[in-house]
């Protein structure tokens, strides 16, 4: 696992499939969520809205630029998604030889 990976989330994959790993994925009454589907199920998007030229940079022979990026994503098309719950079980050490 390199940094990248810990920057969007996958941690790993298995049958194809890219896991992720998100804090924001809910839990249902004591058990976690698994979340699977294609891509196109939720797009994402981004788009700069405010660009602005500052004044020279000191000791530089350039200019600074502020602005503003928006991003987000949605659900488009549930049906292309499947979830399931499943309870999370503390590895155990039972048949381990030391």
């Not at 790993?21 to 809910?26: I, K, L, N």
Request: cysteine-free.
């Amino acid at each position: 696992m390199n940094n990248s990976n810990l920057l969007n989330g996958e941690i790993g994959r298995l049958l194809g499939f890219r896991i992720i790993s998100a804090p924001t994925v809910p839990t249902v009454a004591g058990r976690e969520v698994v979340i699977a589907g294609h891509p196109m199920a939720t797009p994402f998007g981004y788009q700069i809205t405010e660009v602005e030229e500052s004044s020279m940079l000191p000791f530089r022979f350039t200019r600074a630029i502020t602005g503003l990026q928006v991003y987000g994503g949605s659900v488009i098309r549930p049906e292309a998604l499947a979830t399931a719950e499943h309870d999370v079980v503390e590895p155990t050490t039972a048949g381990a030889t030391e």
